[in-house]
Antibody
Framework: QVQLQESGPGLVKPSETLSLTCTVSGGSISTYYWSWIRQPPGKGLEWIGYIYSSGGTNYNPSLKSRVTISLVDTSKNQFSLKMTSVTAADTAVYYC????????????????WGQGTLVTVSS | DIQMTQSPPSLSASVGDRVTITCRASQSISSYLNWYQQRPGKAPKLLIYAASTLQSGVPSRFSGSGSGTDFTLTISSLQPEDFATYCCQQTYNTPRTFGQGTKVEIK
């Protein structure tokens, strides 16, 4: 059974860089899209971007200038998120999630999620 | 970006009630629409994909319909464990976008 686990600092200072890692256990990182999604307190979900198992990436244009998603170590099944120049508006629960083809032509869905990690931006 | 608009933002219902939540896309997304359930403090859980297909393990009281721009999620008989927030999400293109959620509360 595939499981995802986010890890990283829970507190980041304004203007600094937020760094998180997602570890995939119970399965391979191959042939899927791996996303980061965030949820500010009391608000809706915002997709940050994904990395495909081959290393190709796609980012939300609203965050693209500040975000990098990378494969950390394919043998360890890990990928990461870096977000630069953070402000209080970046305070949120950050989730990593697997986006998989559902079997319906062209259809994809976030079928597996990590438990999420709260990142607070504050001095 | 494709904007996803859900209604209502919240609703109160009783156990056994039939509940319907709607989701409207700002442009046609064919059937590339998923529904998620999120309980407080938990990650979202996939309920329905491709507008109407039930994810494995999801109770049959959940159903989805629609195509193009208008979609609905129906819970045929609300159970205590169904009190949660539900959101829609499009996979027609990137950036992936979500509705703001509908909170289902106990009446």
């Amino acid at each position: 059974q595939v499981q995802l686990q986010e890890s990283g600092p829970g507190l980041v200072k304004p203007s600094e860089t937020l760094s998180l890692t997602c570890t995939v256990s119970g399965g391979s990182i191959s042939t899927y899209y791996w996303s980061w999604i965030r949820q500010p307190p009391g608000k809706g979900l915002e997709w940050i971007g994904y990395i495909y198992s081959s290393g190709g990436t796609n980012y939300n244009p609203s965050l693209k200038s500040r975000v990098t998603i990378s494969l950390v170590d394919t043998s360890k099944n890990q990928f990461s998120l870096k977000m630069t120049s953070v402000t209080a508006a970046d305070t949120a629960v950050y989730y990593c999630a697997r986006e998989a083809h559902t079997g319906k032509i062209g259809s994809l869905a976030f079928d597996i999620w990590g438990q999420g990690t709260l990142v607070t931006v504050s001095s | 970006d494709i904007q996803m608009t859900q209604s209502p933002p919240s609703l109160s219902a009783s156990v056994g009630d039939r509940v319907t939540i709607t989701c409207r896309a700002s442009q046609s997304i064919s059937s590339y629409l998923n529904w998620y359930q999120q309980r407080p403090g938990k990650a979202p859980k996939l309920l329905i994909y491709a507008a109407s297909t039930l994810q494995s393990g999801v109770p049959s009281r959940f159903s989805g319909s629609g195509s193009g721009t208008d979609f609905t999620l129906t819970i045929s008989s609300l159970q205590p464990e169904d009190f949660a927030t539900y959101c829609c999400q499009q996979t027609y293109n990137t950036p992936r976008t979500f509705g703001q959620g509908t909170k289902v509360e106990i009446k």
